[in-house]
């Protein structure tokens, strides 16, 4: 399977508690974006990789939220410290030119209890 | 205010009607994207627009840059393109995605 692939599918936590999902994005492709979805609304941005630089970072994101990509490869979204307005579904997606067609993950669907 | 604002929220059609859905956006682009999303979350591109229009299958997506406006067509729709479609606009390294357009074809 080359398309973009996140784990996991489902998450479920308890308030307080730190959880990490993990994005693998179309290899060639070096734009990696996360964003977080809830019931009934498109999807928000919460930031963007050019490579291995975080370029940009939605100030929906609080300090509780930081996403890494290590090498320019795979990408990392941890939240600490969760609360239960973050139970969404996050969404990675790659391209590989600004603004190019998207690529998205299945997302992870976070349940914050 | 949403940069991005799509209409109707939803639609529901029968089996072989022609459909649009819009999209109206108050930024300055470089393109537009056309998403179609199915239950259980998974997004799909179907297009990217910068100018024009463009058709694959029984789907056609034009835009009016002038007017910051896109639309959707599907013709002879069917049951299996029931799903949510987004519109998303493309500013900088920014997607702008409308909040999407929950379609439904009766058989």
């Known amino acids: 399977d080359t398309g973009v692939s996140q784990n996991p599918r489902h998450k479920i936590t308890k308030r307080g508690q730190n959880v990490t999902f993990r994005c693998d994005p179309i290899s060639e492709h070096n734009r990696l974006y996360w964003y977080r979805q809830t019931l009934g609304q498109g999807p928000e941005f919460l930031t963007y990789?050019?490579?291995?630089?975080?370029?940009?970072k939605s100030r929906l994101l609080s300090d509780r939220f930081s996403a890494e990509r290590p090498k320019g490869s795979f990408s990392t979204l941890e939240i600490q410290r969760t609360e239960q307005g973050d139970s969404a579904m996050y969404l990675c997606?790659?391209?590989?030119?600004?603004?190019?067609?998207?690529?998205f993950g299945s997302g992870t669907q976070l349940s914050v209890l | 205010k949403n940069e991005v604002e799509q209409s109707p929220q939803n639609l529901t059609a029968q089996e072989g009607e022609f459909i649009t859905i819009n999209c109206s956006y108050s930024v300055g682009i470089s393109a537009l994207h056309w998403l179609q999303q199915h239950p259980g979350g998974g997004i799909v591109s179907l297009f990217m627009?910068?100018?024009g229009k463009k058709k694959h299958g029984r789907l056609i997506a034009t835009i009016n840059i002038q007017e910051k406006h896109s639309s959707l067509h599907i013709t002879a729709s069917h049951p299996r393109d029931s799903a949510v479609y987004i519109c998303a606009a493309v500013t900088g390294n920014q997607f702008y995605f409308g909040t999407g357009t929950s379609l439904t074809v009766i058989p």
């Open positions: 997606a790659s391209s590989l030119l600004i603004g190019e067609k998207l690529f």
């Open positions: 627009l910068s100018s």
């Open positions: 990789f050019q490579n291995e630089a975080q370029l940009e």
